[in-house]
């Protein structure tokens, strides 16, 4: 199978026992899972046939170790991944047939089914190893660990697909390099400087103009601020071509590109970075190196430049890095690769079409709504979400919500939801990391509804403070404001009535008071009633008075006391009746005076008694 030509020498091992094979196809790529097929010929469909069905299918799930490996310098490039399919063919003619094993890498592994599951206030890298601590990947993260997620969800998704847009909203590496998974860029590396005349069989370089001006924004609640930053980034030297590219793209698309941020960061500094990221990823675009050669050195993630013969006189294109290559093995065991490669230096590749995941609202629980800020934010807990696991602090929508002259903190409609409560959440934009919560619902257990056709409204605190509207206008028509203890205030809108209750007491406190009555005014009190007056005293009654006192009854004047009737006065007493006086007394008529007593009248002085005409 191998030709004294041959330059790379390609082996298989199943379950570590070397397969003999016919053709392979191995393709791997920056953000998409690799994938390999590899197939064996039996030469007849009888022979296919013959074989253990049983036996071959066994191969699903087993370990695939290729290495690629030139005959005569060594070098190897390997790949280890698993059998996931296995197909067994035969043609009518009897002429041939085989067998196909399809497969990809171990990280084939985060392509189980569709999950939830949340990160919250956490690095990337944690997020990372924190999903592949349930499988058997080796792993490397490459990021500055300077960025904290205040939440990250895989919103129905794969884990593959999870990371897979992660890394494209914070603009880090993603791939598969044979063995491990690597998250981020991992630096500069020992560039691999490719012969055109040995090593390369054909050469591509494409260019495209693109425009780069990005300009991002993003809201941060907390402070209420909108953050902003451009993208613009210089291109290293060495990179002639692209400066040139870049040039007439600013000439071109000269204005800036306002968008929002897609990932939920709120630090000026990471929404610089990641502003500066996406703008490199669109220059990254305008340049693209396409090859096949023949050597197995080329490696995804790995820098990759060409050699071009002395006598051809030219300059070098630069550093490229290789996003994608596809590995080749023909049935005369020929090798090649063809790959496909970005400028290395803007570092982050172009941006492929990344299809945002959206979130639809959904039931939640709240389990704190005790904010470390005091902005009244609360924290839900999905039904998917497993214990201890929650979101960061999210805002709660209201009717009415805001500030004014008067009014700095809390004006509007200041309902926070209680522990334990179920909201329904919705996304700004869609997007599952940033949830906030839409409203509170009832559910079987402690909503009752609003009675017979409706006619109660109500709201209840958590301690039992209420305030009831009642249109029912055959029955307690009216509203009523009352609380746990008692206290009580009703508008008898049926009755036309007015009641306050209180089962202690109650104070009514102003600068001025006055109480109006149209027809009658009633004032009972049980035991005592007491009158302070600081000032004048001043009663005035369009029509009689009357004064019943069941006991004795003292009138104290500190000063004069004047009593004047415009008709008749009159004094009775059903036992003695005693006017006395510290001084003087007179008493004055207009008119006639008349004494009379049905018994004794005596007269007495401690001096002289004087009777005068």
């Known amino acids: 199978m191998l030709s004294d030509l041959n330059a790379v020498r390609t082996r298989v091992y199943i379950a570590r026992e070397e397969f003999p094979f016919e053709t392979l196809h191995l393709y791997e790529s920056f ?112 990021t500055s660990g300077e960025l904290r997620l205040p939440y990250a969800v895989q919103y129905d998704e794969t884990a593959f697909s999870f990371l897979d847009r992660l890394s494209r909203d914070y603009g880090e ?23 055109c005349s ?54 071109l698309f000269n204005r800036k590109f306002l968008t929002e941020l897609e990932a939920p960061v709120f630090q000026g500094s990471a929404l610089s970075i990641l502003s500066r990221k996406e703008s490199t990823s669109y220059v990254s675009d ?45 049935r005369n065991g020929h090798y090649e690769n063809r790959f496909t490669a970005y400028p290395s230096n803007p570092v982050y590749v172009p941006p492929k079409n990344s299809r945002p995941r959206r ?54 409609f200041v309902f926070i939801p209680e522990a334990g409560d179920q909201v329904m959440v919705g996304y700004e934009h869609g997007n599952p990391a940033r949830p906030f919560v839409m409203g509170s619902l009832f559910h079987g257990k402690n909503g009752r509804g609003g009675e017979n056709e409706n006619h109660l409204k109500s709201i209840t605190t958590r301690s039992g403070h209420t305030v009831e509207l009642d249109d029912d206008k055959g029955g307690n028509w009216g509203i009523t404001i009352k609380d746990a203890e008692g206290n009580m205030i009703r ?11 209180a089962p202690e007491t109650i ?56 009593t004047k009737a415009i008709g008749d006065m009159r004094f009775i007493s059903g036992g003695n009746m005693k006017q006395e006086s510290s001084d003087h007394i007179q008493v004055v008529s207009g008119g006639k005076t008349d004494i009379s007593s049905q018994s004794d009248l005596t007269l007495e002085s401690g001096t002289d008694v004087f009777i005068s005409k």
Not at 177 to 186: A, C
Not at 298 to 307: C, D, I, K, P
Not at 491 to 501: M, R, S
Not at 541 to 557: F, W, Y
Request: proline share 4%; charged share 25%; with cysteine.
């Open 173 to 195: 590496w993603f791939y598969y390099n044979g063995y491990e998974l690597v998250f981020g860029n991992p630096g500069k590396q020992e560039e691999l400087m490719l012969d």
């Open 507 to 562: 104070k009514i406190s102003a600068n001025d008071v006055t109480i109006e009555a149209r027809n009658e005014m009633y004032l009972s009190s049980g035991k005592k009633t007491q009158q302070n007056i600081g000032e004048d005293f001043t009663r005035f009654v369009g029509g009689g008075a009357q004064l019943n006192v069941k006991e004795n009854m003292v009138i104290s004047v500190d000063g004069k006391l004047n």
């Open 491 to 501: 508008l008898d809108t049926k009755g036309k009535n007015i009641e306050i209750t």
């Open 31 to 142: 953000n998409a899972q690799p994938r390999f097929e590899i197939v064996r010929n039996f030469g007849s469909q009888q022979a296919v046939w013959q074989q253990d069905a049983g036996k071959l299918s066994e191969l699903v799930g087993e370990e695939v170790y290729i290495k690629f490996e030139h005959t005569a310098g060594g070098e190897k490039n390997q790949f280890l991944g698993i059998i996931t399919g296995v197909e067994l063919s035969g043609e009518a003619s009897d002429t041939a047939g085989g067998i196909r094993l399809i497969g990809s890498g171990s990280s084939i592994l985060l392509n189980g089914l569709p999950e939830k599951r949340s990160f919250t206030d956490m690095r990337p890298e944690e997020i990372l190893g924190s999903i592949l601590s349930d499988y058997r990947i080796p792993f490397k993260c490459h």
């Open 359 to 412: 979130a639809y609202p959904e039931i939640a629980t709240v389990v704190d709504n005790a904010d470390p800020s005091g902005q009244g934010r609360v924290r839900v807990r999905f039904e998917w979400q497993q214990e201890r696991t929650q979101t960061n602090w999210i805002r709660v929508q209201t009717p009415d919500a805001g500030r004014s002259d008067a009014v700095s903190t809390n004006r509007g």
């Open 198 to 251: 040995a090593d390369v069989i054909d050469l591509k370089l494409g260019s495209a103009l693109r425009p780069r001006n990005t300009h991002k924004y993003t809201y941060e609640p907390q402070g209420d601020l909108y953050p902003d930053a451009e993208g613009n980034t210089p291109v290293a030297t060495g990179m002639t071509l692209l400066k040139k590219m870049v040039g007439a793209s600013d000439r």
């Open 286 to 330: 305008m340049l693209k190196a396409e090859a096949t050669t023949r050597t197995c050195r080329v490696r995804l993630g790995h820098y990759v430049n060409f050699n071009f013969p002395q006598t051809m006189n030219l300059r070098s294109l630069g550093q490229y890095v290789v996003t994608e290559v596809e590995h080749t093995v023909n």
